[in-house]
């Protein structure tokens, strides 16, 4: 629709509202603009500035406020209050106004009416972690240790930045390892292993043993290394049955193949290294380094359809037990370990043997099987006969070679290791 003016002094009267209604709005414009310009130089005389240029904008009054409260040459706390009240009342629905109000207010000793604040940017910023960790603290400081760890549990839940100084917190808050573990330890499993590991730190072995139930209960899914660490604890403390505990929840959670021994007594796991080698727990464990290599071979093996072959690069006069796994035993029972091993170009005159050693006291028990060298025709059969001392409960089943004292004594060459086994030795009828 066109609206056609009758005379010029309507015309110039609607010009003249334009352009009053443009200068009015580029005003407006310019004065927000440059309000904007001098809170970012963030000085107390930019900052009041731009407050009387916009005192509108609650962005302004909490900078100022802060300013007031924090900055020790413009150090004032009555005006500070003043101006994150202002920022409050302009924007109430900034929990940041209303978190910054609170923390005054709570310096000024006005607790009841700090608290308020903190739960208003509480309701506004359900779970934002750094809100959280402040709102927890106050309650913390003010013996509310329920409400303290309501609060904690959220910034855990959704960040791992304050991880172990809440840990900490909480063991110094209360020394009740089941209830940080039922009231502030969130069901994320991040959260709980990095409290596995600090519970672990600390030598809680309890306590490290309810968190891993919980873990292991848990239906969210998670990789087998990351219990790597809480199994060579449990074995290096001597704590055989929980670590036991901890293989067969992995077992049972279907995240290690190996986890039982073969059938027919064989105590080692996957000794037909026809599974994959998981590098954890009582598992086969392979250490590399420089001049020493070992892997699964598809193509040469004593039964179908892998052996473990160990190369060596002629480098070094390897001294070495890196191929190993740990293995329970009775004490003062014997045994037989039995294993089959073929050599290729194996130079030096210490080769490649099995050892079995005490896990803990190799003094108790360390013994050799005759080592390799050359090249076989066939596969030999390496043997260790021993009985477990009174005290030794954990072996180490090792393949091993021994450094050399010749002069040629840099060890080069192939060794495959097969269907080895340790089986209780038969025992022996005492005679009538």
Request: a negative charge; aromatic letters at 12%.
């Amino acid at each position: 629709m066109q609206f056609t003016f009758k005379n010029s002094l309507v015309k110039r009267v609607s010009i003249a509202l334009e352009v009053a209604v443009a200068a009015a709005l580029l005003a407006w414009i310019s004065k927000t603009y440059i309000a904007g310009m001098w809170a970012r130089k963030s000085t107390l005389n930019k900052l009041e500035l731009a407050v009387r240029l916009d005192p509108g904008d609650s962005a302004y009054h909490l900078q100022l406020g802060r300013l007031f409260e924090y900055a020790v040459p413009e150090l004032d706390t009555e005006r500070g209050i003043q101006h994150l009240r202002r920022a409050a009342d302009l924007n109430p629905y900034d929990p940041q106004a209303w978190l910054d109000l609170g923390a005054a207010l709570e310096f000024q000793g006005k607790t009841r009416e700090a608290e308020v604040c903190l739960r208003r940017a509480d309701y506004l910023a359900p779970n934002l972690p750094a809100f959280h960790w402040a709102i927890g603290n106050f309650f913390l400081l003010h013996g509310n240790v329920d409400e303290a760890f309501k609060h904690f549990k959220t910034v855990l839940a959704g960040s791992s930045q304050y991880n172990h100084i809440l840990f900490s917190i909480a063991w110094r808050a209360t020394g009740n390892g089941e209830r940080i573990l039922r009231e502030l330890i969130p069901n994320n499993l991040s959260t709980e292993f990095d409290y596995l590991y600090y519970v672990l730190a600390q030598n809680q072995y309890s306590e490290a043993q309810s968190v891993w139930t919980r873990i292991a209960d848990s239906s969210e899914s998670f990789q087998a290394p990351q219990a790597s660490g809480y199994l060579d604890a449990l074995i290096a403390a001597h704590r055989l049955d929980e670590a036991d505990q901890v293989w067969s929840d992995l077992r049972r959670k279907g995240l290690v193949e190996n986890a039982q021994a073969n059938p027919g007594q064989n105590l080692v796991l996957n000794g037909d290294f026809e599974e994959n080698l998981s590098n954890i727990g009582f598992d086969w464990r392979i250490k590399l380094f420089e001049g020493f290599y070992a892997s699964l071979d598809d193509t040469t093996y004593h039964s179908p359809t892998h052996a473990l072959l160990i190369q060596f690069s002629g480098k070094r006069n390897l001294d070495y037990r890196l191929v190993w796994q740990f293995v329970r035993v009775t004490p003062k029972r014997s045994y037989e370990l039995r294993a089959f091993a073929k050599t290729e170009s194996i130079t030096t005159d210490s080769g490649p043997c099995l050892e079995i050693r005490d896990a803990y006291e190799p003094g108790r028990l360390d013994k050799f099987s005759e080592g390799l060298t050359g090249s076989t025709t066939g596969w030999n059969a390496l043997t260790v006969d021993f009985t477990a001392g009174p005290k030794t409960d954990l072996i180490v089943v090792a393949v091993a070679r021994r450094a050399s004292r010749k002069i040629d004594s840099l060890i080069a060459g192939k060794v495959w290791v097969d269907d080895l086994r340790l089986v209780p030795a038969p025992e022996q009828k005492t005679a009538n």
